[in-house]
């Protein structure tokens, strides 16, 4: 079973940072890719960063320049360093990861984000 556990969501001003965290615990099963989503009031769900296991990253084009994805390998933990927040990053973040061997998309639970004008 793998569950995945996200913190270091809340309120934040505009141009503030915030750190969000995701621990995985699957110590018996290897993680292939990860990342996380957003999913904001009447809006569709939207990949916002992506890493794979060797640590190449994709980023949606809005958080270009502003956001870093990174993950502890040792530590099974992804990480979304958010710098100059705006208000339309306010939204709920998911992340989630692939095991190796493919398979489905497991979930975290979400870590509210928002970001006040």
């Known amino acids: 079973q793998v569950q995945l556990v996200e913190s270091g969501g809340g309120l934040v001003q505009a141009g503030e940072s915030l750190r969000l965290s995701c621990a995985a615990s699957s110590s018996t099963f290897r993680i292939n890719s990860m990342g996380w989503y957003r999913q904001a009031p009447v809006k569709e769900r939207e990949l916002v960063a992506s890493?794979?296991?060797?640590?190449?990253?994709n980023y949606v084009d809005s958080v270009k320049g502003r956001f870093i994805i990174s993950r502890d390998n040792a530590k099974n933990t992804l990480y979304l360093q958010m710098n100059s927040l705006k208000p339309e990053d306010t939204a709920v973040y998911l992340c989630?990861?692939?095991?190796?061997?493919?398979?489905?998309?497991?979930w975290g639970q979400g870590t509210q984000v928002t970001v006040s004008s």
């Open positions: 989630y990861l692939y095991l190796t061997g493919g398979g489905r998309k497991y």
């Open positions: 890493i794979t296991s060797g640590g190449s990253s």
